[in-house]
């Protein structure tokens, strides 16, 4: 039995939080001087990964004055081009390498640029060196996040989080962003019938990489529940099996969002939290299993 979405989003309340982002120049505000096309460079330290040429914009100049999600600065590459596996990937070290065994939870946006084609793969990749391929093909990497599959990233009107977290194997120093997948195994949308362009370029903006005292140890329990990412920004991903609704609540105790869920892909569902104040609240989750309780921070 199919239940109805329904969501009642009360005023929040905050508690002031702090996590350190380790990407640096995050929206790309930093920027030598207004962008011609193909300059992703002008954004230090972000560069191309490959041959590729991703773009760089500034809001505030006369060309490539797309308006970021926020700030003046975005970024843009193509996920699949007219070309055979033809991609492009941008690159840029961290602050600081990343520490084995530590959780770290990982969140950027994109927006899809209004070509022909969606795709579902996009991810962000970890190296524990810098990469500069002479080529313009796919990277044979496997990032450690990712879009879900089957996942289409299709608004161009909208931007789209995607987040997750992992398990550092310890010594990453760089993060590179774009499509890791090959044309047969990146399924594609027809999002702009009227274009004839078979191109899937997105914009990437607001890009974050924390570490948190919460592991994804802690966010496995019995069901299977997983909740992610902590910190939050906009969404918080959760996974359970036979979930059929969640309240948050914040640290008082105050309900601040009740929904009864259905997600199309059964188990997993997001819930908006865009309108609340940065702090820490608890997640209480409804599933075949009772009811389990999960602290989670949002932070912006």
């Known amino acids: ?21 380790l990407v640096p120049n995050p929206g790309f505000e930093t ?24 773009d760089l914009y500034n809001s505030t100049c006369s060309s490539q004055n797309f308006p970021g999600r926020t700030g003046i600065g975005s970024s843009g590459v193509y996920a ?36 022909r084609y969606a795709v579902d793969q996009f991810g962000a990749y970890f190296s524990t060196s810098n990469i500069n391929q002479t080529t313009t093909g796919v990277l044979n990497y496997t990032p450690q996040v990712h879009n879900l599959t ?19 194997a310890g010594g990453e120093s760089y993060i590179v962003i774009g499509n890791f997948s090959n044309d047969a195994n990146t399924d594609t949308l027809v999002a702009n019938s009227s ?6 370029y997105y914009m990437v903006d607001d890009i974050s990489v924390n570490a948190s005292g919460v592991g994804i140890d802690e966010n496995l329990v019995a069901g299977g529940i997983i909740v992610y990412p902590t910190p939050a920004s906009d969404r918080i991903n959760v996974q359970a099996d036979g979930a059929g609704s969640v309240t948050l609540l914040d640290a008082t105790g105050r309900l601040v969002q009740n929904m009864q869920v259905e997600n199309p892909q059964p188990g997993k569902f997001v819930l908006n939290v865009a309108e609340c ?21 949002i932070t912006r």
């Open 1 to 21: 039995m199919k239940k109805l979405y329904t969501l009642a989003l009360l005023a929040c309340t905050s508690v002031a939080v702090s996590s350190q982002n």
């Open 80 to 115: 699949m081009n007219t070309f055979s596996n033809n991609r492009e990937y941008m690159i840029a070290p961290l602050t600081s390498p990343l520490a084995g065994g530590t959780t770290y939870y990982v969140s950027f946006w994109v927006k899809r640029a209004n070509y």
């Open 277 to 297: 104040s940065e702090g820490v609240y608890f997640l209480n989750i409804y599933s075949d299993n009772g009811v389990t309780t999960k602290k989670v921070v």
């Open 31 to 54: 920027q030598d001087t207004c962008p011609s096309v193909s300059e992703i460079w002008k954004a230090p330290p972000w560069v191309s990964a490959t041959l590729g040429t991703p």
């Open 195 to 200: 274009s004839s362009s078979k191109v899937a």
């Open 150 to 168: 089957g996942n289409f990233l299709s608004s161009s009107t909208s931007w789209m989080q995607i987040s997750g977290s992992f398990v550092a």
